[in-house]
């Protein structure tokens, strides 16, 4: 049913991640799917944040992304399953939305971190932007109690 997988997970809160990788896993082992997992660094696209940091900078810090996506997700990964790693700059949900396209996703498995609404309605989620404007099935995995 699904043969491309997207799981968008902060780097930053790594150890809330792991139920929405455990998921996405389960559901790319299930389906014999592609999981595609992507960070994404924000900020750096604004033209006030370039002006401070060089290209080689933002590529640098990149690496580092993924090398700790890499170790976040990689005690996960069973053998034999086929996992693509990515790291980009930009506005998370932005990103999350045109890697879907570009991956041609099926499913956008994304965890979610903030429980209350009053948070949501002020600062945002990204993970209520990607279920609003997702043109694709989305499965929003709670790691917390409510």
């Not at 792991?18 to 790319?28: E, F, G, H, S, Y």
């Not at 944040?49 to 976040?72: C, G, I």
């Amino acid at each position: 049913m699904f043969k491309q997988i997207l799981l968008p997970l902060d780097i930053s809160e790594g150890q809330e991640s792991k139920k929405a990788i455990q998921a996405a896993v389960d559901l790319a082992k299930t389906h014999d799917s592609c999981l595609h997992v992507l960070s994404v660094l924000p900020g750096f696209g604004s033209p006030v944040v370039a002006s401070y940091f060089p290209q080689k900078d933002l590529d640098q810090l990149l690496k580092e992304v993924y090398q700790q996506l890499t170790d976040l997700v990689e005690p996960f990964i069973p053998d034999g399953l086929q996992v693509k790693l990515h790291a980009v700059e930009g506005k998370p949900y932005k990103q999350i939305l045109q890697e879907a396209k570009r991956v041609g996703a099926d499913l956008i498995v994304i965890p979610s971190h903030s429980p209350k609404a009053v948070e949501r309605f002020f600062l945002g989620s990204t993970a209520a932007r990607v279920v609003e404007r997702a043109e694709i099935s989305v499965m929003v995995i709670r790691d917390h109690q409510t």
